[in-house]
């Protein structure tokens, strides 16, 4: 149950921006939540904001007081602690609305799904063109987090949806990302 939450809020300096700090952090808050295997802790971002596409300086841990203690008792934050400036634990507000915050995926590179579907159904390149044209691409248009696969080694973007607002909130688990498809987090 999230009960409770913590702000984390980036510090940019001359050398790194907000932007930088923020990956950095999410990306240690991903490997602390997988090496830890919780589920029970999710986030979200205070600021967030389409137009702009901006996800601000603030990343919020929610989660129960006990699992917010637990977690912020080892040293996740690592490299990037000089950089942070964070709350205590507190008690979400009584007033506070509910939503889901997801991870969405966008099939943005037509060449690669072209690839796929060559590879899949034995097609020749001319075939798959005709059957996935170039205006068959998403163009994403949420907030994201630039991120590094700990397997691979490439860089991707995380692009984050905010489900609409709930009055009550849906239990269930957060992924190693703090992210759920059904679980909702208090937004205020």
Same mark, same amino acid.
């Given at each position: 149950?999230?009960?409770?939450?913590?702000?984390?809020? !980036?510090?940019?300096?001359?050398?790194?921006?907000?932007?930088?700090?923020?990956?950095?952090?999410?990306?240690?808050?991903?490997?602390?939540?997988?090496?830890? %295997? *919780?589920?029970?802790?999710?986030?979200?971002? $205070?600021?967030? #904001?389409?137009?702009?596409?901006?996800?601000?300086?603030?990343?919020?841990?929610?989660?129960?007081?006990?699992?917010?203690?637990?977690?912020? /008792?080892?040293?996740?934050?690592?490299?990037?602690?000089?950089?942070? *400036?964070?709350?205590?634990?507190?008690?979400?507000?009584?007033?506070?609305?509910? *939503? !889901?915050?997801? @991870?969405?995926?966008?099939? #943005?590179? !037509?060449?690669?799904?072209? @690839?796929? *579907?060559?590879?899949?159904?034995?097609? #020749?390149?001319?075939?798959?063109?005709?059957?996935?044209?170039? /205006?068959?691409?998403?163009? $994403?248009?949420?907030?994201?987090?630039?991120?590094?696969?700990?397997?691979?080694?490439?860089?991707?973007?995380?692009?984050?949806?905010?489900? $609409?607002? %709930? /009055?009550?909130?849906?239990?269930?688990?957060?992924?190693?990302?703090?992210?759920?498809? %059904?679980? #909702?987090?208090?937004?205020?």
């Amino acid at each position: 149950m999230t009960t409770h939450y913590l702000d984390l809020t !980036v510090l940019p300096d001359a050398e790194t921006g907000v932007a930088a700090l923020l990956g950095a952090l999410y990306d240690r808050l991903h490997r602390a939540l997988a090496q830890q %295997q *919780r589920s029970d802790i999710g986030i979200s971002f $205070p600021q967030y #904001s389409v137009i702009p596409r901006n996800l601000g300086d603030t990343l919020r841990l929610h989660g129960s007081e006990t699992a917010l203690h637990s977690l912020m /008792s080892t040293d996740w934050q690592g490299g990037v602690r000089d950089h942070l *400036r964070h709350t205590g634990i507190a008690r979400v507000p009584d007033h506070a609305s509910h *939503r !889901v915050v997801g @991870r969405r995926q966008f099939q #943005s590179n !037509v060449e690669r799904l072209r @690839r796929r *579907r060559m590879k899949r159904k034995g097609e #020749s390149a001319e075939q798959a063109a005709r059957a996935i044209p170039d /205006s068959a691409a998403d163009k $994403p248009h949420l907030p994201y987090i630039h991120l590094r696969s700990q397997s691979t080694g490439q860089t991707y973007c995380l692009f984050i949806e905010l489900g $609409p607002l %709930q /009055s009550a909130p849906t239990q269930g688990a957060f992924n190693t990302y703090g992210l759920s498809r %059904q679980a #909702s987090i208090p937004w205020f």
